[in-house]
């Protein structure tokens, strides 16, 4: 009898270490499911999908124009960013070898994310995909209320000239 309060003593001093984190993505039922938007949604959270095994960080930040700015970090350091026009054009792309110190402030960065998402309006909208645990774990932020450590990502990977300057 007195082995089983233990435990249940331990569970709860374990209190939120002990918990899973949900790799459940957002509910982005109440956007408009244009055709647009359900590719950029599919590529955040298909963790099935050859290019996530692949990498560790996937961004997709939309804009009031229509476009979707993307941004994937491989599991080796490469980052890529565009900006996609739907089945129109893909513009302004970059890439680079992040170093392996960068690749370490990502991943405590990435860390450091807070787990609860939020659902601003589409053109503030802040898709973040990442590789923990096993898991291809999404998250969805405000583009005007970041988070400290989503501002921390942008400074390791390079922040696009779209959306530097927001408050």
Do not use: C
């Amino acid at each position: 009898m007195r082995t089983g309060g233990v435990i249940v003593f331990l569970l709860l001093l374990a209190g939120p270490w002990a918990q899973a984190e949900n790799p459940l993505p957002p509910d982005f039922q109440h956007y408009p499911q244009t055709e647009a938007f359900q590719a950029a949604i599919r590529f955040q959270t298909d963790e099935a999908a050859d290019q996530q095994l692949a990498n560790l960080l996937a961004i997709s930040v939309f804009r009031s124009n229509g476009a979707v700015l993307m941004y994937v970090v491989g599991k080796e350091g490469q980052e890529r960013d565009v900006r996609r026009i739907y089945k129109w054009a893909d513009q302004a792309s970059h890439q680079k070898q992040l170093t392996p110190s960068a690749m370490q402030d990502l991943r405590g960065a990435i860390h450091e994310l807070p787990t609860e998402s939020v659902l601003p309006p589409i053109e503030h909208l802040v898709v973040v995909s990442f590789a923990a645990e096993g898991a291809w774990i999404t998250r969805s932020y405000d583009s005007q209320a970041l988070p400290p450590a989503m501002r921390r990502i942008y400074e390791i990977i390079g922040e696009r000239f779209e959306t530097q300057g927001r408050p």
